[in-house]
């Protein structure tokens, strides 16, 4: 039972919702002088801090392995003996919630950019862009930057922290609480430190999800007109994010249990149609290939490609640019995972965020990706030129209209590209909410509200230019700076979380069976005889 009394954290609400709108007032005012801003800090971010993301996510991806393999892996989280959520909703809510766009666009684009355009892991002789030496090498860097690092430090040591922290301590559902298991209450009576804290991690999700909200705009406009020939303009792309606020809002509303489970549940179904769809009616056997061919040289290049520190421009406009957008979602998918894991074990929850998610991940890249590949093969051209003049949403609109039945598949590409940021915009406004009060079941006006203003910043962004958008996007690795450094000692305190949880719920029972010494096992040898 949580001993801290529920309330608005007004300090955190007005830190982070006015630095959000005193960002689209600047940018209002000189859209060139906050994009300037932003690159000059994101320069900063990617330089000083880059290695130390590097270290921070491979930690915490091993420390992750060792406590869902070791003995620490039997710990039922939650203070209960069997799960809330069923299996499948379970997964469906996590993933749907991290990849957003990233789901479809990116699944699209990304391996095609390093396809054309080799990383630095694996430029050389041997691999010549666009070309079918590049096509394992293109899969194994994205796997990477959508794999088992990325999952790790969203849902795994953060969350065993926060549901030992809050459902066997009594801790309120707060970033701050993170630190419990190393300064004990102390966090919560220092609310100068707490309040910096949770306000940081809220502006870097807010951010997270408003970059994702304004380009899923331009995206779906972009969409609509290459498939229906709706025009593409401000005021379509304006009505597209509105809608999505107000979808999203009624799912926020409504709760875990109702619309945010129905929309995540909704979206994994649309999507393995169309994996399915895809693998039948496109190059099934190319992607099955592909998927085992770049899986290995991944685990094979994993040390290498994740301390690869060559080339920072690459780095900037890659690998660190995701890890602080995925840094910045930490503290928060943490709080929202614990709200849905009680029940499971730590196991359980090492197997499904640092396993399965990444394997499901990489292989619906392949599907979307690989089919851009194979047609880009057979025809150079036909996917590369729409890529390369209209940008990142113009990938899964050509790769769609190279399949049989596109007239179909298409706009169920574009349904759930929508749908993945709708997932994300409800989970992270309730988890918000869950933040600013420290209770699990937030008011609903604090749901409407952050739903509402994240698309509201997103708007706003988008009418000022898409610059303003663009800015925001880099803003968010700026903001995982501080949360970095929160996120940071999860090192200790989940193992020490960990190892109280194990004693509490298994350290009676081994007394008991184990015996002392040998004497002991004899009389009760003896005995038993």
Known sequence: MNKYRSRTDWPVLLISGGLLVAFVLAAFINVDFVSNMVNQSFAFAVKYFGSFWQILLLGTFFIALFLGFSKYGNIRLGGLEKPEVAYFKWIAMIMTTLLAGGGVFWAAAEPMYHFLDPSPNFAGASVVGGTESAVIPAFAQSYLHWGFLAWSILGTLGTIVLMYAHYQKG????????LYPLLGKKIMKNNALGTIIDASAVIAVAAGTIGPIGFLGLQAAYGMEALFGV????????IIIIAVVVIATISAVTGLRKGIQFLSNLNVIITLILMVAILLLGPGGFIFDTFLAASGVHLQEFLAMSTFRGDSVWLGSWTIFFWGWFLG?????????????????IRELILAVSIIAPVVTAFWFT???GTGMFYELAQPGVISEALNASGTPAAMVAITQQLPLSSFIAPLFLLVTILFVVTTADSMAYTISVAITGDGHPPKSMRVFWA??????????????????????SFIVVTAIPVSLLLLPTFWAAPKAAKIMYEDQFGKEVKEKKPVTIADELTASSLED
Do not use: C, D, H, W
Request: aromatic share 4%; hydrophobic share 50%.
């Open 171 to 178: 801790m309120p559902l707060k970033p701050r609480t993170l």
């Open 231 to 238: 025009p593409n303009t401000l005021l379509t792309q304006v």
């Open 329 to 345: 979602y930490g503290p928060m998918m943490a709080i929202f995972i614990s709200t849905i894991t009680r029940g499971r074990t």
């Open 367 to 369: 599907v979307v990706g």
């Open 452 to 473: 509402i203003i994240m698309g509201a910043v997103a708007v706003v962004l988008l009418m000022i230019s898409e610059g303003g958008i663009e800015a925001i996007q």
